[in-house]
């Protein structure tokens, strides 16, 4: 693989070559999509993707799929340990003289937060540890949303799912809080550590970028906003991806090895988490038939006690 490194100052400097081609049976919208076709410009073609049950399974429908790269399909569990495999064959092959290094590949997992924050987190802390080399992407629409749009322990609170309704006993919908992935992940001391995303495609770019020069596990955490799940027009997925950041909900960092959290974004003026909630259907319950007041302040309560946490840092 080429060792030459791109310097990503604008969108201008971003790759026009496509890596995930369209036409693909995902949704309309699909915020995480589009993060990883932004990912895939920085990895190029020569990758084995390896996924993780879930939405993303809809991206192949076999013998076919859209990316110009392998494609390794697994269950929702066992990603982390397929790429394992992948990368212990890759290394004989290697070290036995069957392949040249210039012909390595990047082994890259593909994985919903239901994957990553529930069924597959025991697998992926065991590749963590055992420094394996290689990519994690998670596309976090904060559900189970290829089942129909379960709670995940990615699902917000306040919000409403299948399995988390609006009832006068749960009258905000989820009650529990989001687990804080990027933190479980960074005590592991993984090699490289990020968030990132589709509205912001240079910060996304960058980081990936400098992932190429790291060996170790490099995990990512995308966000995607999800049309269907979330119920919103298509049209603003693009919308709520910066409102997201903006209202400080999502916040741009990374980590390297056991080093100090940098934020690559910080909003100039956060904006209200009430922009980001309206308009949403699974936070419709917050605002009709009566605007829940108490639960929307503790939500930006949540947000406003983070970021005091960073200015103090």
């Not at 915020?31 to 932004?38: I, K």
């Not at 905000?172 to 804080?180: H, I, S, Y």
Request: charge should be positive; charged fraction near 25%; hydrophobic fraction near 40%.
């Amino acid at each position: 693989m080429s060792g030459e490194m791109t310097a990503y100052r604008s969108l201008k400097d971003l790759s026009r070559e496509e890596f995930i081609l369209p036409g693909t049976s995902a949704c309309g919208g699909c915020g995480g999509l589009e993060a990883l076709r932004l990912a895939a410009k920085v990895l190029g073609d020569r990758v084995v993707y390896v996924n993780a049950a879930g939405c993303f399974t809809l991206l192949a429908v076999f013998p076919f799929t859209p990316f110009r790269g392998s494609w390794l399909y697994t269950t929702m569990g066992s990603a982390p340990a397929g790429a394992q495999g992948v990368r212990d064959a890759l290394d004989v092959l290697i070290a036995r003289g069957k392949l040249p290094p210039e012909e390595d590949v990047r082994v890259v997992v593909v994985a919903g937060d239901g994957s990553t924050y529930d069924m597959a987190l025991s697998s992926t802390s065991g590749a963590i540890w055992r420094n394996l080399d290689f990519w994690y992407f998670c596309y976090d629409n904060e559900s189970y949303g290829n089942t129909g749009v379960q709670m995940s322990s990615a699902t917000p609170y306040a919000a409403r799912t299948q399995t988390t309704p609006v009832t006068p006993r749960t009258a905000e919908g989820t009650g529990q809080r989001r687990k804080d992935i990027f933190e479980i992940w960074r005590v592991h001391r993984p090699a490289y550590v990020a968030t990132v995303s589709p509205r912001y495609p240079v910060d996304l770019a960058r980081k990936f970028e400098k992932a190429k020069t790291i060996r170790g596990p490099k995990l990512f955490l995308a966000a995607a906003p999800c049309p269907t799940g979330w119920e919103f027009d298509p049209a603003k997925t693009i919308e709520y991806a910066r409102l997201q950041v903006e209202t400080g909900l999502f916040p741009l960092k990374a980590a390297a090895g056991g080093g100090p959290v940098v934020h690559t974004h910080v909003p100039a003026r956060r904006r209200p988490v009430e922009e980001y909630l309206r308009g949403q259907g699974r936070f419709r319950h917050l605002f009709e038939p009566v605007k829940q007041e108490a639960v929307i302040a503790r939500i930006q309560e949540d947000v406003d006690r983070y970021w005091a946490g960073v200015g103090a840092e």
